[in-house]
């Protein structure tokens, strides 16, 4: 395999370079002298903000981006990229050495004393930007690379000069068994992504896999609330720290109580610590699970508890969680980015504590396999909701080869005896909210697709 050095920067041109993760990747390389250059499918405001730190991008994948390239060393392409990708077979032709993102993005984590890698099938973004946040206000001047938008740093990305380097560790195709951590987190193991894994059993299996990748001297921070947790812990040489809702646990919450905004107050107990109550400004009792993981990170470095609470305390969440976006006619408009029924759940659980007349989702379920995989568990969840409209499936990777629609989803939210609407177009959406929603009506507008556009749109009618 190809390995990159800092003391000898070439030249790495990235197939999709306007990805939340290979944007930042390429920002830490240019960082540090290597000369950067990539494609994507079209301009974003990720590639203008590439194209102006001087990067080179070109719009349309096709080999004479890479035939016709000045000297490239090595191509970085992600799990979306196939063989039959023109760039893709114009690298193998010409014998460019590759690598996946994830290998790349382990190879950099190697040259950090301190690379934390923050896993979980859901809340990574969330929890990876709260134990920067902690970090950032203790000056400890990290490194960053966040599978989200964060506020503090109006990015995914920065660029630190210290030994601490943090980092989200997907588990889609395995991914993360590519990474070199000494901290590792794992938030929950859930059923997802069932197009790469057989079954949950296979998502365990590699979360295990992951576990074991920790030096003895690293550190394992789990939540113990995970189902048979001793197959993923167990053996372990590294110490394992624990934290759930029960006082089994090293780390563990009482007292919770939520505000008129949903955000929790909690007191957060550390065998053989003082108590500290903590304050957040997200909602939900995920975030409370999401807080304490931060925590236990934030102690790993003993980081000090004015910092780790006036973080949390601050910290305003990231784009496209549980997001405001405005209100129109008296209705608050809310985004979030639930793509699966875990979240969905914790989303609209969390919006039941949040002022509301009536709660309306709008979903647009991702995937064609994962909506097939998780139908009577997504239709469960809709169910939360007072009112629920679906939008079509946001195909991503996929094509349409499954006979699942977001109809057949429609038609399972009814056979529980929950009303559910289900419009072909965005527009059509609109113009139903618009005359249904009532003021005091709390609407969120959910699905990790381009349903964002629809709050927006109404904003601005």
């Not at 990229?81 to 114009?90: G, S, T, V």
């Not at 993005?105 to 946040?133: D, E, N, R």
């Not at 009792?285 to 305390?313: K, T």
Request: with cysteine; net charge negative.
């Amino acid at each position: 395999m190809y390995q990159i050095d800092f003391k000898k920067p070439v030249h790495v041109y990235f197939i999709g370079i306007g990805g939340i993760s290979m944007s930042g990747i390429a920002q830490i390389l240019q960082n540090r002298g290597f000369r950067i250059s990539g494609s994507d499918s079209r301009h974003s405001a990720m590639t203008d903000s590439l194209e102006a730190l001087g990067i080179h991008i070109c719009y349309g994948q096709k080999a004479e981006n890479i035939s016709e390239s000045p000297q490239i060393d090595v191509v970085v392409y992600t799990s979306a990229i196939h063989p039959d990708n023109p760039e893709y077979a114009a690298a193998v032709s010409a014998g460019i050495p590759m690598l996946t993102r994830a290998q790349l993005l382990g190879q950099i984590m190697k040259y950090f004393k301190m690379p934390v890698a923050i896993s979980g099938t859901h809340g990574k973004t969330t929890t990876t930007s709260m134990i920067s946040k902690i970090l950032l206000d203790a000056g400890t001047d990290p490194t960053l690379s966040i599978g989200g938008i964060f506020k503090d740093i109006n990015g995914n990305t920065r660029i630190g000069h210290s030994d601490y380097f943090v980092a989200e560790a997907c588990e889609y195709t395995n991914s993360f068994l590519s990474l070199f951590p000494k901290v590792s987190v794992v938030l929950d193991i859930d059923a997802d992504h069932l197009d790469f894994f057989k079954d949950l059993d296979d998502i365990r299996h590699s979360f295990r896999t992951f576990c074991e990748l920790l030096p003895d001297d690293g550190s394992l921070v789990i939540n113990g609330e995970i189902d048979r947790l001793s197959e993923i812990t167990g053996s372990l040489k590294c110490p394992v720290i624990t934290y759930g809702m029960d006082a089994a646990f090293d780390y563990y919450a009482t007292d919770i109580t939520y505000d008129h905004f949903a955000n929790a107050t909690f007191t957060v107990h550390h065998h053989g610590a003082p108590d500290r109550e903590i304050a957040l400004h997200v909602p939900g009792i995920h975030n409370v699970y999401n807080a304490m993981a931060a925590i236990a990170v934030a102690d790993l470095f003993h980081i000090e508890d004015r910092f780790i609470l006036s973080a949390l305390s601050a910290f305003s969440g990231t784009n496209r969680r549980f997001e405001y976006k405005g209100e129109v006619d008296g209705v608050t408009i809310v985004d979030d980015y639930a793509h699966h029924p875990t979240e969905i759940k914790a989303t609209l659980n969390a919006a039941g504590n949040y002022p509301h007349k009536s709660v309306w989702c709008v979903f647009q379920p991702h995937t064609y396999t994962r909506t097939k995989a998780l139908l009577p568990e997504f239709a469960k969840a809709l169910s939360l909701a007072d009112h629920v409209v679906l939008a079509d499936i946001y195909a991503a990777r996929e094509t349409d080869h499954l006979g699942i629609s977001s109809r057949t989803l429609q038609e399972e939210i009814r056979k529980l005896g929950h009303e559910c609407y289900y419009f072909p177009s965005f527009n059509e959406i609109e113009k139903f909210l618009l005359q249904n929603c009532t003021k005091g009506d709390l609407l969120i507008t959910m699905g990790a697709g381009d349903v964002v556009k629809i709050g927006d749109e109404l904003l601005g009618h």
